[in-house]
């Protein structure tokens, strides 16, 4: 945890050999790059800071959007005295800590705000050590986080703060970061980049500006105070890292556009996002389990071998490793993207789940039941079933095995693949009963 000595952050260079991302960390609102939907004029952290309100907020977004900073320019703007607590460093007694200091500061006058990096880091215990001091007013609370609050932060402290949504850069914002980095760089000797160095940088940052900058200060280290060139930038990323926490946000987002993009009978979209998934760092068998689902989900009795093949791929890359089995479970990508599709299993089975919600005390139908006791018989469970394999096509045309009230026809087949076949057989044993009826009422 660390602490300011004076009433408000000074941003000024506290180092001179700072990184650069640090080195340029705005000093006032109009120097912030991006969040314009946040920070325009009349937009809700632009009031909040033009008003100097103490409302505690969560500020969610991926990494290098500008979080710490939107937090330390509400700190000066509200000549607050800012402590920093890192959920990945400190615990509950650096907050205890920090609580006992903001009483003393209010008994002078004087407002605490408590920011909070990486807060989805925090257990419920060390969240909830929060919650009275937000409610008093006695701390000015932000937490920083890059995982959807809704599920890693408890909903009394949700209802307590105001969630603020960042975004990452856009193309705009990083050509002016890099503007703004290589004036910085240039001292007396003029640092410039080429256009395909830029584009280059934009493209590996992936919308956050400290990556981009890390990258961009290494490169001009690279290119001895100079012209960057995109060789330049290559070499100061660098391997490609993972873009994404393999248990965050963006990893479900990935899965979601890989499980779309089959379900959508999209080759290339599902081929790219498997490859995304594994260049992130993401297991094989993560994506070998949603393939799992969506050939059940999505693809059904359609073409009930999907699953198959989706267990033979997971089977091959167990027994001949990662190199070989990675190209097993794109076989059975393509196989399943290109499948006939259908949801009727999945709606069935839905349905089957609310009936059985809706009518759960219904009894058991009594030609049903089991009868293996003298009382049961007595009862007459099981009395008047009639037994399938001895009727005409191995079907007791006309016998009712759903309770009372429970309507059927769950299951309804789709008009593609095996489901064709699967509906002309339903019809069929439709039209037998629909015989036997008649027979019945002659």
């Known amino acids: 945890m660390t602490t300011n000595d004076s009433p408000a952050f000074d941003f000024e260079d506290p180092q001179p050999h700072a990184p650069l991302a640090a080195l340029l960390r705005p000093q006032q609102l109009d120097d912030v790059l991006g969040q314009r939907h946040l920070l325009a004029d009349n937009k809700p952290i632009a009031q909040i800071i033009k008003q100097q309100s103490a409302i505690s907020m969560i500020l969610w977004g991926p990494p290098g959007t500008g979080k710490t900073t939107l937090a330390e320019l509400i700190a000066t703007t509200s000549q607050s005295h800012i402590v920093r607590i890192s959920a990945v460093t400190d615990g509950v007694k650096e907050i205890r800590h920090a609580i006992e200091q903001a009483k003393q500061r209010q008994a002078m006058q004087q407002r605490t705000l408590v920011f909070v990096d990486e807060v989805h880091r925090f257990n419920k215990s060390q969240q909830d050590a929060f919650l009275p001091h937000i409610e008093s007013g006695l701390i000015q609370f932000i937490g920083a986080t890059t995982e959807n609050p809704a599920f890693s932060l408890n909903n009394a402290l949700l209802s307590r703060a105001r969630v603020f949504v960042l975004k990452t850069l856009d193309d705009i914002d990083l050509q002016?970061?890099?503007?703004?980095?290589?004036?910085?760089?240039?001292?007396?000797?003029?640092?410039?980049?080429?256009d395909k160095a830029r584009t280059a940088l934009i493209r590996?940052?992936?919308?956050?500006?400290?990556?981009?900058?890390?990258?961009?200060?290494?490169?001009?280290?690279?290119?001895?105070?100079?012209?960057?060139?995109?060789?330049?930038?290559?070499?100061?990323?660098?391997?490609?890292?993972?873009?994404?926490?393999?248990?965050?946000?963006?990893?479900?987002?990935?899965?979601?556009?890989?499980?779309?993009?089959?379900?959508?009978?999209?080759?290339?979209?599902?081929?790219?996002?498997?490859?995304?998934?594994?260049?992130?760092?993401?297991?094989?068998?993560?994506?070998?389990?949603?393939?799992?689902?969506?050939?059940?989900?999505?693809?059904?009795?359609?073409?009930?071998?999907?699953?198959?093949?989706?267990?033979?791929?997971?089977?091959?890359?167990?027994?001949?490793?990662?190199?070989?089995?990675?190209?097993?479970?794109?076989?059975?990508?393509?196989?399943?993207?290109?499948?006939?599709?259908?949801?009727?299993?999945?709606?069935?089975?839905?349905?089957?789940?609310?009936?059985?919600?809706?009518?759960?005390?219904?009894?058991?139908?009594?030609?049903?039941?089991?009868?293996?006791?003298?009382?049961?018989?007595?009862?007459?469970?099981?009395?008047?079933?009639?037994?399938a394999h001895n009727e005409p096509h191995a079907y007791a045309a006309g016998e009712s095995y759903l309770p009372d009230g429970v309507e059927g026809r769950f299951y309804q087949p789709q008009p593609r693949g095996l489901e064709k076949k699967l509906a002309e057989k339903q019809a069929f044993l439709a039209s037998l009963d629909q015989q036997f009826a008649d027979k019945d009422r002659s």
């Open 204 to 387: 590996m940052s992936a919308g956050d500006g400290r990556r981009l900058l890390t990258q961009l200060e290494l490169a001009a280290q690279l290119c001895e105070g100079s012209e960057i060139t995109v060789e330049h930038v290559t070499q100061s990323s660098g391997e490609n890292v993972q873009l994404f926490d393999k248990n965050g946000d963006h990893l479900y987002d990935h899965l979601s556009a890989f499980h779309k993009s089959v379900r959508g009978s999209s080759v290339d979209g599902a081929l790219f996002y498997f490859a995304r998934l594994l260049q992130s760092g993401c297991e094989a068998t993560v994506i070998a389990r949603r393939l799992l689902a969506i050939a059940s989900e999505d693809i059904g009795n359609a073409d009930p071998r999907a699953i198959d093949i989706c267990l033979s791929s997971w089977d091959v890359f167990h027994r001949v490793g990662a190199a070989e089995g990675e190209r097993a479970i794109a076989q059975a990508i393509v196989y399943c993207a290109l499948a006939p599709k259908s949801n009727a299993v999945y709606n069935a089975f839905k349905a089957a789940k609310r009936a059985a919600a809706d009518f759960a005390h219904a009894p058991v139908p009594n030609h049903l039941r089991n009868a293996p006791t003298k009382l049961s018989q007595s009862m007459e469970h099981g009395k008047g079933y009639r037994y």
């Open 176 to 194: 002016q970061l890099i503007d703004r980095a290589l004036a910085r760089l240039s001292g007396s000797n003029r640092v410039t980049a080429t």
